[in-house]
């Protein structure tokens, strides 16, 4: 099977339209507006693999102390869905993403990855913010009491 190279997946974002900047070997900046944010991208391309991740997912850094909590919810989250994953960076920051094979990747492949992309975004974004405020309130007011 022929797997995607560099030059094709640049073709199918200009014929999707978009804008993008190549940082390295394999390694594509993007973004994409949802229905209420914008989301940046990260496109990762390996012999096998190519990732698209959404780089950081929400804006925020997760307390550590909270790191649990916010593990458990974004298992939670990934129960819900089945072609993406949410995860936490080094940094504590949440990622959104999304593996597809490098074989056989079209432009028909490059747009039902995109549109998945952007469904899960656009579902989950505001669900996610209110997941971590309950979470980082919870945890300021218990520190508060221990003062």
Same mark, same amino acid.
């Not at 940094?91 to 432009?107: A, H, K, M, T, W």
């Given at each position: 099977?022929?797997?995607?190279?560099?030059?094709?997946?640049?073709?199918?974002?200009?014929?999707?339209?978009?804008?993008?900047?190549?940082?390295?070997?394999?390694?594509?900046?993007?973004?994409?507006?949802?229905?209420?944010?914008?989301?940046?991208?990260?496109?990762?391309?390996?012999?096998?693999?190519?990732?698209?991740?959404?780089?950081?997912?929400?804006?925020? $850094? #997760?307390?550590? =102390?909270?790191?649990?909590?916010? &593990? @458990?919810?974004?298992?939670? !989250? +990934?129960?819900?869905?089945?072609?993406?994953?949410?995860?936490?960076?080094?940094?504590?920051?949440?990622?959104?993403?999304?593996?597809?094979?490098?074989?056989?990747?079209?432009?028909?492949?490059?747009?039902?990855?995109?549109?998945?992309?952007?469904?899960?975004?656009?579902?989950?974004?505001? $669900? #996610?913010?209110? =997941?971590?405020?309950?979470?980082? &309130? @919870?945890?300021?007011?218990? !520190? +508060?009491?221990?003062?």
């Amino acid at each position: 099977m022929n797997r995607c190279t560099s030059e094709l997946l640049e073709s199918f974002m200009l014929d999707y339209g978009w804008v993008f900047s190549r940082e390295g070997d394999g390694l594509w900046k993007t973004g994409f507006r949802g229905d209420d944010q914008t989301f940046p991208l990260s496109i990762i391309m390996t012999d096998n693999i190519i990732s698209f991740v959404i780089q950081p997912f929400v804006d925020t $850094e #997760i307390d550590w =102390d909270s790191c649990s909590e916010v &593990s @458990r919810l974004l298992l939670e !989250f +990934n129960a819900r869905i089945a072609m993406a994953k949410f995860s936490l960076s080094e940094e504590g920051r949440i990622e959104l993403s999304l593996d597809v094979l490098n074989s056989s990747f079209s432009y028909d492949s490059f747009l039902l990855t995109m549109g998945l992309l952007g469904h899960y975004a656009d579902t989950y974004y505001d $669900e #996610i913010l209110s =997941d971590l405020d309950l979470i980082n &309130s @919870r945890y300021s007011e218990s !520190f +508060n009491l221990l003062t």
